[in-house]
């Protein structure tokens, strides 16, 4: 009898060459071996940075995303670290400035979930999702402040000293049952990054995030594996279909380019309308 072939979400994403937006800059992205992180590092690479791509424990996975760059035409540079410890985090920017010399931007990709309902949910559950996907933006955000007042602006590279882009998620404004952690952790997110936004604009470093919807990575394939289950998750986006780590990646290559260089201090949602309230689309 013939295998029933697995079932695969369709990917809708127009299939467009990326353009040399970031030309001679050098990428920083953490969590680069898989899902988002690696979509934007490879995103990047083909506008024209060069990167280094951070992982915790999967430095296969960070290989492969690095030949991706290379493929790309690119240099990659492979840096196990974790985000939430601050003596890793400065080891990891030393190791970016003795290989690339400078910083241009950093995307603060890394996160992890560790749901459980409220009640049962264990301090430490709490606190290593606070620490890594709170505490770990600030920790790199840090580092990359201190790097890019030392360089300085360089117009022949970008018309800002420095770009920042916390990757967030729809969860830092819709309330997540189960995942208490994580939602509060990408709220916080949002204020982080837009105090830091007014802080260090009058030195024209550039502090923006997105927020992705469901992009299709490792975790969420996992929970689509039959046309029902990805017909409930679509009536969740009115754009009527799953985002691509690609999407993530594209809108940073513009977010972290000269072309969006007014835009500051703004969350952008890449998500096909998740934050829209969908369930009102037909009354209320
Ligand atoms: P993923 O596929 O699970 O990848 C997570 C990445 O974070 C991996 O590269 C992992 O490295 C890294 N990481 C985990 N702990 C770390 C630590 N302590 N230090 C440094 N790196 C660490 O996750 P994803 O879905 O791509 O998510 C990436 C980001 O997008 C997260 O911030 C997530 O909240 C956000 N997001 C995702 C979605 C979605 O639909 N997937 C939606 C909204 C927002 P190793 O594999 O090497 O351990």
């Not at 410890?85 to 603060?108: K, P, T, W």
């Not at 559950?125 to 990359?144: M, P």
């Not at 009058?202 to 927020?211: E, G, K, Q």
């Amino acid at each position: 009898m013939a295998k029933e072939k697995p079932f695969v979400p369709p990917n809708e994403m127009p299939p467009r060459p990326i353009q040399p937006l970031l030309t001679g800059q050098k990428a920083l992205v953490t969590g680069a071996s898989k899902g988002i992180g690696e979509g934007v590092a490879v995103a990047l690479a083909q506008a024209g940075a060069d990167v280094l791509l951070n992982y915790f424990s999967d430095p296969e996975g960070a290989e492969k995303t690095a030949e991706k760059v290379r493929k790309a035409g690119r240099q990659a540079l492979v840096v196990q670290a974790d985000v939430a410890v601050e003596e890793e985090v400065q080891s990891m920017v030393a190791r970016m400035i003795e290989a690339f010399g400078r910083i241009d931007i950093l995307i603060n990709n890394s996160g992890i979930q560790l749901n459980a309902p409220f009640d049962k949910m264990t301090l430490a559950q709490w606190q290593r999702v606070i620490d890594i996907n709170l505490t770990g933006q600030f920790l790199c955000a840090r580092e990359a402040v201190r790097v890019f007042k030392r360089q300085g602006i360089d117009k022949s590279i970008s018309y800002a000293m420095g770009k920042i882009i916390h990757i967030s998620s729809v969860h830092d404004i819709i309330p997540w049952a189960g995942h208490v952690n994580y939602a509060a952790a990408k709220g916080g997110i949002m204020l982080l990054m837009k105090s830091i936004a007014q802080e260090l604009a009058p030195l024209r470093i550039r502090v923006n995030s997105i927020s992705p919807g469901a992009i299709r990575t490792p975790m969420n394939l996992e929970k689509l594996t039959t046309p029902e289950s990805y017909r409930d998750l679509l009536s969740l986006i009115p754009y009527k279909r799953l985002g691509e780590a690609e999407d993530v990646g594209r809108a940073a290559v513009w977010l972290a380019s000269d072309d969006s260089d007014y835009v500051h201090g703004a969350v952008l949602y890449v998500d096909g309308g998740m934050v829209l309230y969908p369930e009102f689309a037909s009354g209320g």
